[in-house]
């Protein structure tokens, strides 16, 4: 189901390409979280005391308007914090601090939603990891009889997993949106570039034991082939599909993605450093935001190329968490 962005009532450029950091982003965002932008974006005014009271006004609407229901975190492929040995690593803990979702379950808690992350396989084959996705959602919600249905937020190979449970186990009853971020819908040709070159490291680790199966997932040949197998059902089941893309210029891409940036840069054009603009997109009717950040940035990390553009951590990751916080102020309008 085709989803009206957020923000629909402000310019495209306004949208479409709108700073974690500026404020009247953040100010519009806040404001107007829900489907169809029900709240007025014009801002500017001019009494104090009557913006006060609007201001006000406005986040009780907003309050009145959150969702009831679960949403889920869903994690892209090699999810980097569980090869970490702190506790703040764990799913579902009360300290998320080098969670691969940094601080965004415990910032959207505390703004009064229900969260939970869902592990998956490492980098097990999509038809595992959808499996496992689903079998997770079903323990949280204790297979759908604390809440009916659930809303997913999920990074990278998080929303591919997320829509091939969705059909494989036809939980569109179950499922009332899914928001995809730095998802390669459409493949990345950094994914081709690696098979290409590294595809028998894939075969040698499974005569290991070690699965990694899911990138080839990831391939541009192989999402062509499964967005044409899903495009009936995903045109017809009712759930709300969104999507964000991030994009940045090399000099602001975390340094360890420059090869990669580069990559895709000279076959798909602008990306995030691993997703192109388009593939994120997925289809631009789907399409929510696109917003200022690196893959990285996109789960709540700051790296150390925001700071070569003058850019503070603390400053730049509460932007993101703040973020988050609008984005699921909005599902409400969803359901």
Not at 51 to 69: A, D, E, Q, R
Request: positive net charge.
């Amino acid at each position: 189901m085709t989803a009206p962005g957020l923000f629909a009532g402000l310019s495209t450029f306004d949208v479409r390409r709108s700073s974690f950091l500026s404020s009247s982003f953040s100010l519009r965002h806040a404001l107007c979280p829900m489907r169809y932008a029900s709240l007025p974006c014009s801002l500017l005014i001019p009494n104090p005391p009557s913006c006060i009271l609007y201001l006000v006004s406005c986040i009780l609407h907003v309050s009145w308007k959150m969702t009831n229901l679960p949403i889920i975190l869903a994690h892209g492929i090699c999810p980097f914090h569980r090869l970490l040995p702190f506790s703040s690593c764990r799913d579902n803990g009360r300290d998320d601090r080098f969670h691969y979702f940094r601080k965004i379950r415990s910032t959207l808690m505390g703004s009064g939603f229900t969260v939970f992350h869902v592990g998956v396989g490492w980098s097990s084959s999509l038809e595992k990891r959808a499996l496992d996705l689903r079998n997770g959602i079903l323990r949280v919600t204790d297979s759908f009889t604390r809440w009916p249905a659930v809303h997913i937020i999920a990074h990278s190979m998080g929303g591919l997993d997320a829509r091939y449970m969705i059909c494989r186990y036809r939980m569109e009853k179950s499922v009332v949106s899914l928001t995809t971020i730095g998802t390669p819908h459409l493949g990345t040709s950094y994914a081709d570039w690696g098979l290409r070159n590294f595809s028998f490291l894939i075969d040698l680790a499974g005569s290991l034991g070690l699965d990694l199966s899911g990138f080839r997932a990831l391939a541009r040949l192989e999402c062509e082939r499964r967005n044409l197998a899903l495009a009936d059902y995903e045109e017809e089941n009712g759930v709300v599909y969104r999507t964000v893309a991030g994009v940045q210029p090399r000099s602001r891409i975390f340094k360890h993605f420059h090869f990669a940036h580069g990559i895709v840069l000279s076959e798909e054009g602008e990306n995030d450093g691993l997703v192109s603009l388009k593939s994120a997109k997925w289809k631009e009717e789907y399409l929510l935001d696109i917003v200022d950040a690196d893959h990285l940035n996109q789960i709540g990390w700051w790296d150390s190329a925001e700071a070569s553009a003058g850019i503070g951590k603390e400053e730049f990751e509460r932007s993101i968490r703040e973020w988050y916080v609008r984005l699921a102020m909005g599902l409400k309008g969803l359901e």
